[in-house]
């Protein structure tokens, strides 16, 4: 199954935080599934880190790469085909970062791991 975390996700898994749920940490940990990390999830991890809303545990342009390495998690582009999503997506989602990983969840036909049911507006698949 391929696998797309929401920002909070990978953050919660990296980190051995307890608000990730059983299901979503076992789909993670498992080795049939493919896992991915929207672009939009990095832009929005380094805009809290500059404006100190999120501290991490090694400079920004080494712990994202590392990260991602470790666990196996692929970064995930944002295409035109994506965006364009967004242009008919009723705004269930005022956040752009969580509308853009909505859009590609749907366009990649992906699971979308994450804690927030407002996704289910959207009709994309939602594992929590």
Same mark, same amino acid.
Not at 39 to 67: M, R, Y
């Given at each position: ?9 990978f953050l919660?898994?990296i980190?051995g935080?307890?608000?990730?749920s059983?299901?979503a $940490?076992s789909?993670?940990e498992?080795? +049939?599934?493919?896992?991915y990390?929207s =672009? !939009?999830? *990095?832009? %929005?991890i380094a805009?809290k880190?500059?404006? &100190?809303k999120?501290? /991490?545990?090694?400079?920004f342009?080494?712990f994202?790469?590392?990260?991602l390495? %470790?666990?196996?998690?692929? /970064?995930? &582009?944002?295409? *035109?085909e994506? !965006? !364009? #999503?967004? *242009?008919?997506m ?8 969580? $509308?853009l990983?909505?859009? #590609? !969840?749907? =366009?990649?036909?992906?699971t ?8 289910d507006s959207?009709?994309? +698949? $939602?594992?929590w």
């Amino acid at each position: 199954m391929n696998l797309l975390l929401d920002t909070h996700t990978f953050l919660w898994f990296i980190a051995g935080d307890s608000s990730l749920s059983k299901a979503a $940490r076992s789909a993670i940990e498992d080795l +049939n599934n493919n896992l991915y990390l929207s =672009v !939009a999830s *990095v832009w %929005e991890i380094a805009i809290k880190v500059s404006i &100190d809303k999120l501290e /991490l545990s090694e400079p920004f342009e080494t712990f994202i790469p590392e990260q991602l390495a %470790e666990n196996g998690i692929e /970064l995930l &582009d944002i295409s *035109v085909e994506h !965006a !364009a #999503q967004i *242009v008919s997506m009723p705004f269930h989602h005022r956040d752009p970062f969580d $509308r853009l990983i909505a859009a #590609q !969840a749907n =366009v990649e036909k992906m699971t979308l791991l994450s804690v927030d049911g407002v996704f289910d507006s959207y009709g994309i +698949n $939602r594992l929590w």
